[in-house]
């Protein structure tokens, strides 16, 4: 059931991202990755790539995969190769989540992997279309990201961690911590 | 590491190794069905968003609105009037084109459309639209409202498109100035988004010397855009070592517009 939570609140995040307005010089709230993040904390490493998986693929579906005269700019499958890579970096903090210190991980390692996510982006762009250009703007865009992404993260962590507690679709802290002695 | 683990590595690379062998055709067809896939979310998420902003407009009084509605009908009148007497003089012009054994202009057909989403991501500058392959439309068809050039569409599903904007860096526009013969393309810069458009007009001759404000329209070269579309006027003109290179402020605000023309066919 975790799954079908996690994997419904990676869609439903992604439609809901549309509509929050740039933040000033086109930086963005990015609701997917902040989910993602959440649920690599909540589910073992195995299910992390299951749900790597699916985020990656909706957001080269939606977001990454432009055409452009007739070719792809991004190929499918690069946005599945970053969630994962970052999503085992955020597993590697699981035991912490176990013992309770959930959204202080969350909030603390979202920006500067949502750093790495947006910079890694722009590296692929860059390398299609040529001109390493790195103006400040862009160092804003990627560095705003980051920063709003750990101002966002402690009310999306909050959620969905009482949901997912409320519906006992992980157990409470007392249960976690007993499991991993 | 545990056998568990190690199983699911192995089925995610096999999985991420078959999307990579996607080819450009296969991924537009998995990404239109994708996107109508999500589309009811964010037709709702738009109807909503437009309710609230109603209910605020709502607020306005009575009679405001009625002295708006006249006057909009007074509009309305005019343009029907003005569409008429073109809709003459495009087929007089056809006329006059067949007799002297040219190739007659196409008449385009635009269909109205609706913007139920802006562009959410960091690096691309996109807009969605409740149109789509149920209403006759394709990928690479021009955009554009009342002010100017919008954008073209890219990803199309049943009855939503995603429009790739004028200011993306991806979406070149062939482009002649207003009273001078100079050609060039008009394309956004890498740092350009919706709402702090960049757009430049590259390849013009050093000599071209443009002033503000001359108007650069579309030269329909390249067979996406249609020619005399207004795409912005010219705000700075520069002198580089292998061209010119103007500066245009675009002629639609891509932030603030809600509903766009989607020009289809060339049906005559």
């Known amino acids: 059931m975790i799954y079908i939570y996690l994997l419904l609140a990676e869609f439903f995040s992604l439609a809901a991202q549309e509509y929050i307005p740039p933040l000033p010089y086109g930086a963005r709230i990015l609701l997917l990755p902040l989910v993602f993040f959440y649920a690599a904390l909540a589910v073992p490493p195995a299910g992390m790539l299951f749900l790597a998986f699916t985020a990656g693929f909706m957001w080269d579906a939606l977001v990454a995969t432009q055409r452009v005269d007739g070719n792809l700019e991004i190929s499918l499958g690069w946005s599945i190769i970053l969630y994962a890579a970052l999503g085992a970096i955020m597993s590697g903090f699981r035991p912490l989540f176990q013992r309770g210190h959930g959204w202080e991980i969350h909030c603390l390692l979202s920006g500067p992997l949502l750093c790495v996510f947006v910079l890694s982006e722009y590296l692929m762009i860059t390398f299609r279309r040529g001109g390493f250009y790195f103006p400040k703007l862009i160092w804003w865009r990627i560095g705003g990201e980051g920063l709003a992404a750990m101002i966002v993260s402690p009310f999306i962590f909050l959620l969905l961690h009482w949901v997912a507690l409320s519906f006992g679709l992980i157990p409470p802290r007392e249960e976690?911590?007993?499991?991993q002695l | 590491m545990r056998q568990i683990n190690a199983i699911a590595v192995a089925i995610f690379l096999v999985l991420v190794v078959v999307l990579f062998a996607f080819t450009p055709r296969n991924t537009q067809v998995m990404q239109a069905r994708f996107l109508g896939l999500i589309s009811p979310l964010l037709r709702n998420g738009s109807s909503l968003q437009k309710q609230i902003v109603g209910f605020r407009e709502g607020m306005k009084k009575l009679n405001e609105l009625d002295a708006e509605n006249k006057q909009l009908r007074i509009e309305l009148s005019e343009l029907k009037a003005t569409d008429q007497t073109l809709q003459g003089l495009a087929a007089e012009n056809?006329?006059?084109?067949?007799?002297?054994?040219?190739?007659e202009r196409s008449t385009f057909k635009l269909i109205p459309a609706r913007i139920i989403a802006r562009d959410a991501s960091t690096w691309w500058s996109t807009i969605k639209v409740d149109r789509g392959?149920?209403?006759?439309?394709?990928?690479?068809?021009?955009?554009?409202?009342?002010?100017?050039?919008?954008?073209?569409?890219?990803?199309?599903?049943?009855?939503i498109s995603t429009v790739l904007l004028v200011c993306d860096e991806n979406c070149g526009v062939a482009a002649t100035v207003e009273g001078t013969l100079e050609r060039g393309l008009v394309r956004g810069t890498r740092t350009s988004t919706a709402a702090e458009p960049d757009l430049t007009l590259n390849f013009l001759s050093k000599e071209a010397n443009l002033k503000p404000g001359e108007r650069v329209f579309s030269s329909g070269v390249g067979g996406v855009f249609p020619a005399g579309v207004l795409i912005g006027e010219v705000k700075k003109f520069r002198v580089e070592p292998l061209e010119g290179v103007a500066?245009?402020?675009?002629?639609v605000d891509f932030s603030t517009i809600e509903d766009v023309f989607i020009v289809t066919g060339g049906a005559k």
């Not at chain 2, 056809?94 to 190739?103: C, E, F, G, T, W």
């Not at chain 2, 392959?133 to 009855?159: C, F, H, M, Y």
């Open chain 1, 176 to 179: 976690r911590e007993a499991a």
């Open chain 2, 94 to 103: 056809n006329q006059l084109r067949r007799a002297l054994q040219y190739r």
């Open chain 2, 133 to 159: 392959s149920n209403d006759g439309i394709v990928p690479d068809q021009p955009v554009l409202t009342e002010d100017g050039l919008v954008g073209k569409t890219t990803v199309v599903a049943g009855g």
């Open chain 2, 247 to 251: 500066s245009v402020v675009p002629a």
